[in-house]
């Protein structure tokens, strides 16, 4: 892995521009600093959002976030008046948003690219404690990645302790399922055409949703899995924590879940293995739909405490 030749590029950006803040939400898209990272024959883009120094935490790290891919990135710092990035900067937490570019195949980015660009991180970094958090589409190369956590530990210097997932989904082989549509019924470059946003992304703001078409390689094919073995999973020393809505389409709780018994075995939580639907039934305010996941008030109210509960844990 050491032999590849990551070479890291800051962007020239003011000083005042690369400064964190305590704001809910983050209105200019060019803030943090912005890195590219070259390795496998590409350029790849990384963000960093300083953390807020006067915040506290029972514990320190940093996270990796990876592209949600079916929806912008920009939905994770600027969606809701407390977006996913600032809400964790503001509780002492750096995060560094990889951003996976269209047309790139989940499998190959997460086995091949991902280690890349975590040794390139940890090199530019003081942190010694990592968590990675995957995000709809986006989780399935985390997935990938996991499968030789402990070798891309050893050779990247990151050693991840903990992930969390938020409405990815890791099983589509079933008729309905969002994948399929998109795949085969869907034909509009425009993902919301058809009725599709409305039965998969509820609510969702027509500037975060991709491009149908940068959903598939340039051989067009869909660039995620239809189904990722979850036993591949066991035994990674990695915490893992998989959090569906109780009426998200685009990941179902039954497929999500039905991945967390391939990893852990005998369904039981415990502090290292953890599956939560957010619903009702379980004391949410709210059931939620896939949408509500990425970027939502009830996100940053509901959920958002309970995994920051959990890593520190």
């Known amino acids: 892995m050491r032999s590849h030749l990551v070479v890291l590029v800051l962007c020239t950006l003011t000083l005042s521009r690369c400064q ?6 983050y209105p200019d898209e060019k803030i943090g600093r912005v890195f590219s990272i070259d390795t496998m024959g ?3 883009s990384v963000r960093l959002f300083p953390k807020t ?3 506290t935490l029972s514990r320190s790290f940093s996270l990796v976030l990876v592209s949600p891919v079916l929806v912008k990135d920009e939905i994770l710092y600027n969606s809701t008046s407390s977006s996913l990035i600032p809400w964790f900067n503001s509780r002492g937490v750096s995060v560094w948003l990889v951003k996976i570019p269209a047309h790139t195949r989940l499998d190959y980015f997460g086995t091949a690219v991902l280690p890349q660009i975590a040794s390139s991180i940890q090199q530019n970094s003081t942190e010694e404690n990592w968590v990675m958090g995957g995000v709809s589409l986006g989780g399935q190369a985390i997935a990938h990645y996991l499968q030789k956590a402990d070798e891309n530990a050893t050779a990247t210097g990151m050693r991840v302790d903990a992930v969390f997932f938020l409405g990815t989904g890791f099983d589509y082989a079933y008729p309905s399922s969002f994948a399929r549509v998109l795949k085969d019924q869907l034909k509009s470059d425009d993902l919301c055409a058809q009725d599709f946003c409305s039965r998969y992304l509820p609510e969702l703001a027509p500037r975060f949703a991709a491009k ?3 959903l598939f390689d340039n051989a067009g094919k869909p660039v995620w899995s239809e189904a990722i073995d979850g036993s591949r999973l066991r035994g990674k020393k ?8 109780k009426i998200d389409n685009v990941a179902p709780s039954e497929s999500v879940y039905k991945f ?3 990893v852990v075995g005998v369904p039981q939580n415990s502090p290292d293995y953890r599956f939560l639907q957010a619903g009702r039934m379980n004391r949410f305010a709210e059931d939620f739909n896939h949408t509500q996941l990425l970027g939502s008030d009830a996100l940053a109210s509901d959920i958002l405490p309970v995994v920051l509960d959990w890593i520190n844990d």
């Open 238 to 245: 990695v915490r893992l924590f998989f959090i569906s809505g």
């Open 42 to 44: 590409s350029a790849y």
């Open 53 to 55: 120094y006067s915040a």
């Open 260 to 262: 967390y018994t391939q």
């Open 20 to 25: 964190s803040s305590s704001t809910t939400n």
């Open 212 to 214: 149908r078409s940068d």
